[in-house]
C-alpha cells in the first residue's frame, strides 16, 4: 500500500496502529478503532441522557383525572387514595412551572401521609405513579434510617437516593418526588424514658423536620457516611414532594377507643350504629397519628392525611385478573415465553381468594398461594416442549394441601 497506506492503517482519532485495535472502521478519508466509538458511544449516550431527562420547563400537565385513569389502569379499588395523590402530584407539577415573581401567592408544598394494612397496595401506587411522571421519583424504606452516627443509613441518603434517580442532576432531583415507605416503624416507642436511645424512632423523626418542610441539605453523593474531607452536594428541599405510606398496625384500636365505640347506653348504642366496625381507618385523624407515635412537629408537615381501604373478596378477586400486570397475567406471561398456554379455570381463581382472605395478607397473599400452585410447573415446564397447561381445583387444592400450607394459617 507504500507510505500513504501506512498513514490510513491507523485511527484518525487516538493514532493506534492496526495491530494495537481489535477493530478498526474505514471511513472515507479516515480510520476509527473500537475504542474510540465505545468512547463516543458514551458521550453521546450522557448528552442524550441530558436533554431528555427531567425537562420540567416543558412539561405537559397531566389533570388529576388522567392521572387517576392511569392509576386505574395498575391499581383496583382505593379511589380516594387515588385521589387525594392525583391532586397531590397535579399541583406539585403546578408549583414547579409557576413562574419566579409571578405574585406575591407562593404555593407551598402538600406532603401526604397513607395509612392502610399491609398489602392494600401503598407501595404499589407509589411505584405506578413513578412510572408515569416527569419528574425524579425515589422510593425509600423508613426502617433502615436512624440518628446520624449510630449504625443504619443517616437521613441523608433519602436525598441521595433522589440525586442518583435523577441521574445527579441536582436541579432535576430539587423537583422531585419522594415515597417514604413504612414511616410507621420510627413511630416512638412509648411515653416512658427507655435506658437505652431510641436511635431508630423519634431521633429519626425529628431529623426528618428540616426534609419535609423545606431546607437546603448536604448530602453525600454516593451515599455512605460523611466524613470532613468528603465532597457533599448541596440539596434544596423545598421544591420536594414528600408521599409518606404506613401500615399503622393497631392504629384501629386507638381510633375505636377515641369513637367511644365501648361506651354502653342508648345515645353510645346510635354512635355506634353510624360507625362502620370494618374499617375504622376511614375516621382516621392526626390525633390518632399522634397516639399511635408520630411526634406533632412530623404530622404537621404531612398536612393530607388519607387511607386505603382493606381489600375485600370481591377486590382481591379483581386485583388476581383485572390490572394490566395482574398476577394471573404474570403467569400466562412467564409461561408463554417456554411456548406454553396457560390457563385457570374460574373455581380456582375463586379458591386462591378465599385462601387469601382466610391469611388476611391482602394482595401479596395472593402472589404467596399462586406460587406455591405452580412451584412444580415451572420447575417442570422450561424443559418440554410446546404444549397447553390447565389449572384445575383439584390441582390447586392438592398443590396447596401438599405444601401444607395450613401451617401458615396457623401461625
Given at each position: 500500500?507504500?507510505?500513504?497506506?501506512?498513514?490510513?492503517?491507523?485511527?484518525?482519532?487516538?493514532?493506534?496502529?492496526?495491530?494495537?485495535?481489535?477493530?478498526?472502521v474505514a471511513g472515507v478519508s479516515g480510520h476509527i478503532c473500537d475504542s474510540c466509538i465505545e468512547q463516543a458511544h458514551g458521550i453521546l449516550a450522557e448528552e442524550f441522557k441530558k436533554k431528555a431527562s427531567?425537562?420540567?420547563?416543558?412539561?405537559?400537565?397531566?389533570?388529576?383525572?388522567?392521572?387517576?385513569?392511569?392509576?386505574?389502569?395498575?391499581?383496583?379499588?382505593?379511589?380516594?387514595?387515588?385521589?387525594?395523590?392525583?391532586?397531590?402530584?397535579?399541583?406539585?407539577?403546578?408549583?414547579?412551572?409557576?413562574?419566579?415573581?409571578?405574585?406575591?401567592?407562593?404555593?407551598?408544598?402538600?406532603?401526604?401521609?397513607?395509612?392502610?394494612?399491609?398489602?392494600?397496595?401503598?407501595?404499589?401506587?407509589?411505584?405506578?405513579?413513578?412510572?408515569?411522571?416527569?419528574?425524579?421519583?425515589?422510593?425509600?424504606?423508613?426502617?433502615?434510617?436512624?440518628?446520624?452516627?449510630?449504625?443504619?443509613?443517616?437521613?441523608?441518603?433519602?436525598?441521595?437516593?433522589?440525586?442518583?434517580?435523577?441521574?445527579?442532576?441536582?436541579?432535576?432531583?430539587?423537583?422531585?418526588?419522594?415515597?417514604?415507605?413504612?414511616?410507621?416503624?420510627?413511630?416512638?416507642?412509648?411515653?416512658?424514658?427507655?435506658?437505652?436511645?431510641?436511635?431508630?424512632?423519634?431521633?429519626?423523626?425529628?431529623?426528618?423536620?428540616?426534609?419535609?418542610?423545606g431546607a437546603v441539605i448536604n448530602v453525600p453523593p454516593q451515599g455512605g457516611r460523611k466524613h470532613p474531607e468528603q465532597k457533599m452536594t448541596a440539596v434544596d428541599t423545598k421544591n420536594i414532594l414528600f408521599i409518606c405510606g404506613g401500615a399503622f398496625d393497631g392504629?384501629?384500636?386507638?381510633?375505636?377507643?377515641?369513637?367511644?365505640?365501648?361506651?354502653?347506653?342508648?345515645?353510645?348504642?346510635?354512635?355506634?350504629?353510624?360507625?362502620?366496625?370494618?374499617?375504622?381507618?376511614?375516621?382516621?385523624?392526626?390525633?390518632?397519628?399522634?397516639?399511635?407515635?408520630?411526634?406533632?412537629?412530623?404530622?404537621?408537615?404531612?398536612?393530607?392525611?388519607?387511607?386505603?381501604?382493606?381489600?375485600?373478596?370481591?377486590?382481591?378477586?379483581?386485583?388476581?385478573?383485572?390490572?394490566?400486570?395482574?398476577?394471573?397475567?404474570?403467569?400466562?406471561?412467564?409461561?408463554?415465553?417456554?411456548?406454553?398456554?396457560?390457563?385457570?379455570?374460574?373455581?380456582?381463581?375463586?379458591?386462591?381468594?378465599?385462601?387469601?382472605?382466610?391469611?388476611?395478607?391482602?394482595?401479596?397473599?395472593?402472589?404467596?398461594?399462586?406460587?406455591?400452585?405452580?412451584?412444580?410447573?415451572?420447575?417442570?415446564?422450561?424443559?418440554?416442549?410446546?404444549?397447553?397447561?390447565?389449572?384445575?381445583?383439584?390441582?390447586?387444592?392438592?398443590?396447596?394441601?401438599?405444601?401444607?400450607?395450613?401451617?401458615?394459617?396457623?401461625?
Amino acid at each position: 500500500m507504500g507510505s500513504s497506506g501506512v498513514i490510513m492503517d491507523k485511527c484518525s482519532f487516538c493514532g493506534r496502529n492496526r495491530k494495537d485495535t481489535n477493530l478498526l472502521v474505514a471511513g472515507v478519508s479516515g480510520h476509527i478503532c473500537d475504542s474510540c466509538i465505545e468512547q463516543a458511544h458514551g458521550i453521546l449516550a450522557e448528552e442524550f441522557k441530558k436533554k431528555a431527562s427531567f425537562d420540567v420547563d416543558g412539561l405537559k400537565l397531566m389533570k388529576p383525572a388522567e392521572i387517576k385513569a392511569f392509576l386505574d389502569l395498575y391499581v383496583i379499588g382505593q379511589d380516594e387514595a387515588k385521589k387525594y395523590l392525583s391532586v397531590a402530584v397535579y399541583n406539585h407539577y403546578k408549583r414547579l412551572v409557576q413562574p419566579a415573581g409571578d405574585d406575591d401567592v407562593e404555593i407551598e408544598k402538600s406532603n401526604i401521609i397513607l395509612v392502610g394494612e399491609t398489602g392494600t397496595g401503598k407501595t404499589l401506587l407509589a411505584r405506578t405513579i413513578a412510572r408515569m411522571l416527569h419528574v425524579p421519583f425515589a422510593i425509600v424504606d423508613a426502617t433502615v434510617l436512624t440518628e446520624a452516627g449510630y449504625v443504619g443509613e443517616d437521613i441523608e441518603s433519602i436525598l441521595t437516593r433522589l440525586l442518583q434517580a435523577a441521574d445527579y442532576n441536582v436541579e432535576a432531583a430539587q423537583r422531585g418526588i419522594v415515597f417514604i415507605d413504612e414511616i410507621d416503624k420510627i413511630a416512638r416507642k412509648g411515653d416512658n424514658p427507655s435506658i437505652t436511645r431510641d436511635v431508630s424512632g423519634e431521633g429519626v423523626q425529628q431529623g426528618l423536620l428540616k426534609l419535609l418542610e423545606g431546607a437546603v441539605i448536604n448530602v453525600p453523593p454516593q451515599g455512605g457516611r460523611k466524613h470532613p474531607e468528603q465532597k457533599m452536594t448541596a440539596v434544596d428541599t423545598k421544591n420536594i414532594l414528600f408521599i409518606c405510606g404506613g401500615a399503622f398496625d393497631g392504629i384501629e384500636r386507638k381510633i375505636a377507643q377515641r369513637l367511644n365505640t365501648r361506651v354502653v347506653g342508648y345515645a353510645a348504642s346510635q354512635q355506634r350504629d353510624a360507625v362502620d366496625p370494618t374499617n375504622f381507618l376511614k375516621y382516621i385523624t392526626p390525633m390518632d397519628l399522634k397516639s399511635f407515635g408520630l411526634i406533632p412537629e412530623i404530622i404537621g408537615r404531612l398536612p393530607i392525611l388519607t387511607y386505603l381501604n382493606p381489600l375485600d373478596r370481591g377486590t382481591l378477586r379483581s386485583i388476581l385478573t383485572e390490572p394490566k400486570n395482574s398476577i394471573i397475567k404474570q403467569y400466562v406471561k412467564l409461561f408463554e415465553m417456554d411456548n406454553i398456554e396457560l390457563s385457570f379455570s374460574d373455581e380456582v381463581l375463586d379458591y386462591i381468594v378465599d385462601r387469601a382472605v382466610e391469611f388476611k395478607l391482602g394482595a401479596r397473599g395472593l402472589r404467596s398461594i399462586c406460587e406455591t400452585i405452580m412451584m412444580d410447573y415451572m420447575f417442570e415446564s422450561p424443559g418440554k416442549r410446546k404444549g397447553k397447561l390447565h389449572i384445575s381445583l383439584n390441582i390447586a387444592r392438592e398443590k396447596l394441601e401438599k405444601a401444607d400450607v395450613g401451617l401458615l394459617k396457623a401461625s
